[in-house]
């Protein structure tokens, strides 16, 4: 599970994050070795597995609510809580089935919610150079830009019924978030800006890419009031 290199410390400490045994909330992020932060590392100094672990232990597990009712953002601990509280709340999870390979104990839950049709996966990685490779002009520019609206069309879907959309990836920082300002975009008629004001207003810690906030600029025209007001 790719994570973006803009999270992380340019010069990094150099030697690789060390995991604290056991890990505690409190000093989860701390590397054993030299006591840093683990965004204070290089990205290539801090393995996947073990950042999802400090993230699996320091979630607060609490969804942001961008439009009551209707749409929420976070990290998958806030999904999962979240959908198991409440049967009315479907959930997007831009982590995609890459997530189970990193935290085994989410596929059972959330093979339970594809079951019923209460989850739709993007196979999305956090990384700008995976995004705009997507920006080719061609035929993987048009799959990507189907893929998004496919899933602008279910989420909008399940809103018409009555449901809260809660999106997810691992954080509720990059990926999410990038979706949550999609739908803003097609579902309030808003331009990147304006929808990235409003869903930052809700979490103020987002940060999409820069290879997803190209894409949100490049496919705005497609994006921008694709569900007309009723």
Not at 31 to 59: K, Q, W, Y
Not at 101 to 118: C, H, S, W
Not at 209 to 218: A, E, S, T, V, Y
Request: aromatic share 6%; charged share 25%; hydrophobic share 45%.
């Amino acid at each position: 599970m790719a994570c973006d290199r803009a999270q992380f410390g340019e010069a990094g400490q150099g030697h690789p994050f060390e995991l604290r045994k056991p890990l505690a909330k409190p000093t989860a992020r701390r590397c054993a070795t030299c006591g840093a932060d683990v965004l204070a590392h290089a990205r290539g100094e801090v393995d996947d597995a073990s950042f999802m672990s400090i993230l699996n232990v320091t979630d607060d597990q609490t969804p942001s609510v961008v439009i009551a009712g209707e749409l929420a953002l976070g990290s998958f601990n806030a999904a999962l809580r979240l959908a198991q509280e409440d049967p009315a709340v479907v959930v997007v999870n831009c982590a995609g089935t890459k997530l189970h390979d990193f935290l085994p104990q989410t596929r059972t839950v959330m093979e339970g919610f594809r079951a019923t049709q209460r989850l739709l996966d993007l196979e999305w990685e956090d990384s700008a150079e995976w995004a705009e490779r997507q920006l080719d002009g061609g035929v993987e520019e048009a799959s990507a830009l189907e893929t998004l609206l496919d899933a602008l069309r279910w989420a909008k879907e399940q809103q018409q019924q009555g449901k809260m959309v809660m999106v997810n990836c691992a954080q509720g920082r990059s990926r999410s978030a990038t979706f949550a300002i999609a739908l803003v975009m097609a579902t309030r008629n808003l331009e990147v800006e304006g929808a990235y004001a409003l869903v930052k207003e809700a979490r103020p810690f987002i940060r999409p890419n820069d290879g997803f906030l190209k894409q949100l600029h490049r496919w705005q025209a497609k994006l921008k009031g694709l569900f007309p007001a009723e």
